[in-house]
């Protein structure tokens, strides 16, 4: 789907050099020399709706992807649903329906329950951030390609980008204080979430965003979690449900999985190579930026505007939460790739996240210091 336009530019540069010797002098003048690379648009596909802030997010991909390359390569960037579904991407990049797409592993964890490690797997004390890390040092990139390449043989490769701050546990039509209130709840969430909430005796459906309030209007569900409090707000949440639950060990290290055609990539020249992938390291710093900035101001102004209710999720439900973990885990880790890739990240885990929790600051303590009394646990 990849489209060459004729250059947009030329430049020529005309190199002069003098030459003396003696008392005999001259002047040299070097042949123009003019350097003109053809445009290449590639058409990639998000999951997400036009509306959401995932797509600004990814938009700040395509734009930094094109300024990098001196605007050789362009994306044409399309909201979910313009050519295929939200959770059918994967498949459009590797059959060439699309050039890439813009998603998350969890959309695609029926293939291989594995995929969602790699963004929503299990939390051992590390957070999204240094799970990224993992992908770059740790083993985790050559882990992911091994799952995508070789045991799936999909046509892809993939970069990831933004260590999503924890994902609520969501919208409940009253607070929740134990475990026990949310058996038999018909919940929304994906990936192996699906699993740990049915292990907690939850219901279970897998949606995209875009149709999750209309599942809650017609009864399919009657709790829901999506990621934030912007892309929550974004589809309406507020207008169905007044309760807010934040933090949950179900979805704690998710990041964005951008995804190119492994032929279109490899025919590229290097340096566009090494701009697709590092273009989402780039991504990385201006989604989080993103994120932080809109993402308070939305939880604000769900509370003093729209009337939710906003509480701390329990520990005892997080406790509940990792007991979930632990079967479920139990279970899938006999498959010997996905204990392959649960070891590498519980190794990291132990070595980082023992720097991070032995180093990091009370930060709630300075909080609570300068803003007494606006926490409420």
């Given at each position: ?18 030459i ?24 990639m ?12 997010m ?12 001196g ?26 329906v ?31 951030g ?124 998710e ?18 190579q ?20 809109q ?15 906003v ?12 007991e ?17 890739v ?16 032995t180093n ?14 606006k926490?409420?646990?």
């Amino acid at each position: 789907m990849s489209e060459t336009k004729n250059p947009v530019s030329r430049r020529s540069f005309l190199k002069v050099g003098t030459i003396a010797a003696g008392s005999a002098a001259g002047a040299l003048a070097a042949p123009a020399i003019v350097s003109a690379q053809d445009t290449m648009t590639l058409k990639m596909q998000s999951s997400w709706p036009a509306s959401d802030i995932f797509q600004d997010m990814a938009k700040q991909y395509a734009d930094r992807v094109e300024a990098m390359s001196g605007g050789r390569l362009k994306i044409d960037l399309l909201p979910a649903g313009a050519v295929v579904q939200a959770f059918q991407v994967q498949d459009a990049v590797a059959d060439g329906v699309i050039d890439a797409a813009h998603t998350v592993t969890a959309y695609w964890y029926g293939k291989n329950k594995a995929a969602s490690l790699f963004g929503t797997g299990p939390v051992f004390g590390a957070d999204a951030g240094q799970i990224l890390a993992w992908i770059h040092f740790g083993g985790g990139k050559d882990l992911y390609r091994e799952l995508v390449q070789d045991i799936l043989g999909l046509n892809v490769v993939g970069f990831f980008a933004l260590p999503m701050p924890t994902q609520p546990l969501g919208w409940f039509k009253e607070e929740i204080t134990s475990a026990d209130q949310m058996k038999g709840l018909k919940y929304r969430t994906v990936g192996l979430a699906t699993d740990i909430m049915q292990g907690m005796g939850l219901s279970v459906t897998q949606l995209p965003g875009g149709e999750i309030v209309p599942a809650l209007e017609r009864g399919v569900i009657e709790a829901f979690e999506f990621n934030n409090p912007t892309s929550d707000s974004r589809f309406g949440a507020q207008d169905v449900s007044k309760v807010y639950m934040l933090g949950s060990y179900h979805q704690a290290a998710e990041f964005f999985e951008i995804i190119v055609n492994k032929d279109l990539y490899d025919g590229l020249d290097p340096d566009l190579q090494a701009i697709l992938e590092y273009g989402a390291e780039a991504a990385n710093t201006a989604n989080y930026g993103l994120a932080m900035d809109q993402y308070s101001k939305d939880l604000q102004k769900l509370i003093n505007e729209d009337g939710v209710n906003v509480y701390r999720t329990p520990q005892s439900v997080m406790a509940a939460q990792l007991e979930s973990w632990d079967t479920v885990l139990a279970d899938l880790t006999q498959d010997e790739f996905f204990g392959k890739v649960v070891d590498s990240q519980k190794a990291w885990s132990e070595r980082v996240a023992f720097y991070a929790l032995t180093n990091q600051a009370d930060y709630k303590l300075a909080y609570e210091h300068y803003f007494p009394g606006k926490l409420a646990f």
